[in-house]
């Protein structure tokens, strides 16, 4: 057959099912064959995995990437930077720009990620942020990419009629909101009228669920007894702040007969409403990461200021009920993904983490002030596949269906996620497992632009041998050798996923 590459005797795992001693046949960056002893033509490259796991391509579904402000401190940003391309001040820039960021991806096995177009208070237009961010991603990006974009604003003229524009004619069909966060957040009554809009038009909701009140009060109150320690944003946000907000999300989501996801869920309790909800046959979906999973709050004690670099939110939890809590829902499946919530910020410089010391209390600085988030982009598949699929916590096809599968079905990415005829050819060869040898993270592995990773330390028991997109290897035995502008925008469909069931909580109709 007429293949342009040939992947010889690979233990292929889809959502489903194992397929042993089996070979993948590709031909023009798809998927076209899978079984036995493919024949090939003279001149096919060919890889022998030498009977290791094959998975599909990591989706990336929450990934945070050029992006210039820091709303998560309260400082008020009335409008989004212009910046037709170009990165404004990259000396002083903190984060991962498409270029580090998807350099990561793809040296952990990720090979699509959707990362967000952000709104700003008072843009009163989506499409100028979806067109300019659109430059900072084209030629920039070593996997393929597609958009969310963040609502803060969500006038009349934007819900009703830039949000059909969005989804016509730039294939964005997910808008994230927040529940907290003064620059971004906003009220029920505004939530309703981006749910109202997204059920006509086929759009996932994603919402941010913390209540933001319980937070501000329990700030300033923690602030007047000089409880600023790094470790103290997880006391100003117990698991009630995300649970009664999560709970609040899943009454509205009802009301509109709307399907919704709760981002990065961190606790039992939030986890708790979502698992009932879906009892309910209600289009509830849920999401967690690796730092739930993996990390305890015992990371932001750690020095003076140190732990300033597991601050994120929702917090890293206390308990250990918590992030067993987190382990369950992924294998009971009250966890439709796993996503990173790749939101880096460097720890030793001015404009990252250190803006927690600007303002007192030193050696400790204030939480308050201290930019939310971690990197994880590249870290996501490996640890998932170390300490769940090697460990014995989750199977290879559970593994699979929250990293790979579900993003791409719940994100309309139609030819993502999986491993069959007619499927971009995006894939994983993991190395042989008799022959690797294990070890223990350091950042200096990593491919971001960050000088820290959260998971220092932990033992992995596997990486990524290759990373396939497209059929075309982009990541070879610790090389990033793809090409930076071989990465494509994916305009994206509908979710697969179950919606709107026309259920309603009284006469009132859309």
Not at 13 to 40: F, H, M, N, Q, Y
Not at 184 to 205: H, N, P, W
Not at 297 to 311: I, N, Q
Not at 444 to 472: C, Q, S
Request: proline fraction near 7%.
């Amino acid at each position: 057959m007429d293949f342009d590459l040939v992947i010889r005797n690979g233990t292929v795992v889809t959502a489903s099912d194992i397929w042993e001693s089996c070979d993948i046949g590709i031909k023009d960056g798809t998927i076209v064959a899978i079984g036995p002893r493919l024949p090939a033509a003279p001149g096919a490259q060919e890889i022998d995995t030498e009977g290791a796991f094959i998975t599909p391509g990591g989706v990336d579904a929450h990934v945070h990437l050029s992006q210039f402000y820091e709303a998560t401190v309260g400082v008020d940003i009335d409008h989004s930077i212009i910046t037709n391309g170009v990165v404004p001040d990259p000396e002083n820039f903190v984060g991962d720009t498409f270029i580090t960021g998807t350099r990561s991806a793809v040296a952990g096995g990720t090979t699509t990620v959707i990362t967000f177009a952000s709104q700003m208070k008072k843009d009163e237009s989506i499409i100028t942020v979806i067109e300019d961010y659109h430059k900072l991603a084209e030629d920039q990006s070593y996997c393929d990419y597609a958009f969310h974009v963040i609502i803060t604003n969500p006038t009349p003229q934007i819900v009703e009629n830039e949000f059909p524009r969005m989804v016509n004619e730039y294939g964005i069909t997910s808008v994230k909101l927040y529940m907290t966060y003064k620059p971004l957040r906003l009220l029920d009554y505004q939530i309703l009228d981006v749910m109202y809009s997204a059920r006509k038009l086929g759009i996932t909701t994603m919402v941010h669920a913390e209540n933001a009140d319980v937070i501000d009060w329990m700030t300033q109150h923690l602030e007047q007894k000089l409880m600023t320690h790094p470790y103290h944003h997880g006391t100003s946000r117990p698991p009630i702040v995300e649970a009664e907000a999560t709970n609040r999300a899943i009454c509205l989501a009802e009301l509109m007969d709307t399907p919704i996801l709760l981002v990065h869920i961190s606790g039992g309790p939030a986890a708790t409403h979502i698992r009932n909800a879906q009892t309910r046959l209600l289009p509830i979906y849920g999401e967690t990461c690796p730092q739930y999973m993996f990390l305890l709050a015992d990371s932001m004690r750690k020095g003076d200021f140190e732990g300033a670099k597991c601050v994120c939110s929702p917090p890293i939890r206390e308990d250990k009920s918590d992030q067993d809590a987190m382990w369950a829902g992924v294998k009971n499946g009250t966890f439709t993904i796993v996503s990173s919530d790749h939101s880096p910020t460097k720890f030793n410089h001015p404009n990252g983490k250190q803006c927690g010391l600007k303002d007192g209390n030193l050696p400790y600085g204030k939480f308050r002030l201290i930019p939310n988030g971690l990197p994880g982009v590249e870290t996501r598949v490996p640890l998932l596949f170390s300490s769940g699929v090697l460990s014995g916590r989750i199977s290879p096809q559970k593994f699979v269906e929250v990293t790979s599968t579900n993003p791409a079905k719940l994100y309309g990415l139609k030819k993502k996620g999986s491993i069959a005829p007619g499927f971009d050819a995006d894939l994983v060869i993991w190395y042989p497992q008799a022959k690797f040898q294990s070890f223990k993270l350091t950042n200096g592995m990593l491919h971001h632009a960050v000088d820290y990773t959260p998971f220092e330390g932990i033992e992995l028991k596997n990486w990524p041998r290759y990373t396939i997109i497209r059929g075309k290897v982009v990541f070879s035995h610790g090389e990033v050798v793809g090409e930076m502008e071989y990465g494509q925008y994916i305009r994206r469909q509908k979710s697969l996923l179950p919606g709107p069931r026309d259920v309603w909580l009284s006469e009132w109709r859309p």
